[in-house]
């Protein structure tokens, strides 16, 4: 049985297409803390080597169980919530900072996240830096301390419906008790006095086209809505002061016992 031997045509093949390079990966693309920050808009909680504060930053409209449109600038009261239980289980975290500029939004979910800051057992301090309005002003005053930059405002005005409104006795009860649950929930967390606060509410004149009181940073202070006016720098002085006070208080508690 004879061997044949074929030769390969070298000249007349076609040479095959190199394979494009990949593209490498922008630098940082895939780290957990840049995907935290793209899909919730906030860093992880700080591992060991991290820092001891937690920085929360409410911005935008809230949003509550409806989406909104996205143009709009939102925070996710989902994602808050989970960042707050998460801040509180971390032994790591003494101290929680949160930073507000809101136009407000949904109801029950701002009164959700002021539920929960207030609820908290680490110190927490919350600033209003740019907006604190509508719904924002429970989430500013839920914390341990609150501070109020000099050129923020921070807007009072009863609650408003969008959507389908039923005109029955029961809608505008419905609405009496939830805004009777925001007003309550204010005079508590802070100084200001009910009949105050109703009276920022219910003025008219201050608002275009609207019932209610736009209030400057002095005048937050001054109505005892807001503690005291300061930034980012007073808010972490007043926040490292809260922490030592509460390691001095546990140590203090551990002699005793």
Do not use: W
Not at 35 to 59: D, F, H, K, R, W
Not at 67 to 88: D, G, R
Not at 224 to 237: N, P, Q, V
Request: hydrophobic residues 40%; glycine residues 10%; negative net charge.
């Amino acid at each position: 049985m004879s061997e044949q031997f074929f030769m390969k045509d070298t000249e007349n093949e076609t040479p095959e297409p190199a394979p494009s390079p990949v593209p490498a990966a922008p630098e940082g693309t895939g780290s957990p803390v840049v995907e935290a920050i793209q899909q919730l808009g906030q860093t992880t909680v700080p591992a060991a080597e991290g820092s001891n504060i937690y920085c929360l930053t409410i911005i935008g409209q809230i949003e509550g169980h409806i989406m909104l449109p996205p143009q709009n600038k939102t925070t996710k009261y989902e994602h808050l919530i989970p960042q707050l239980v998460a801040a509180e289980q971390n032994p790591k975290i003494e101290g929680i900072l949160v930073m507000l500029n809101t136009v407000g939004g949904d109801v029950e979910a701002g009164l959700a996240i002021a539920e929960m800051i207030s609820s908290l057992t680490k110190p927490t301090v919350t600033v209003v830096i740019g907006g604190g309005h509508s719904i924002g002003v429970p989430i500013a005053v839920s914390s341990d301390y609150s501070l109020i930059a000099e050129s923020a405002t921070m807007t009072i005005h009863p609650i408003r419906m969008t959507g389908l409104v039923i005109g029955v006795p029961q809608t505008f009860e419905y609405i009496e008790k939830m805004q009777e649950r925001v007003v309550k929930f204010v005079t508590s967390h802070s100084a200001i006095t009910e009949k105050k606060f109703k009276e920022l509410m219910f003025k008219t004149g201050e608002l275009n086209r609207d019932i209610g009181t736009a209030v400057g940073g002095s005048d937050a202070v001054k109505y005892g809505l807001i503690d005291a006016l300061g930034g980012i720098g007073d808010a972490m002085l007043k926040l490292n002061s809260l922490i030592q006070a509460k390691k001095t208080l546990s140590a203090q508690g551990g002699l005793t016992q």
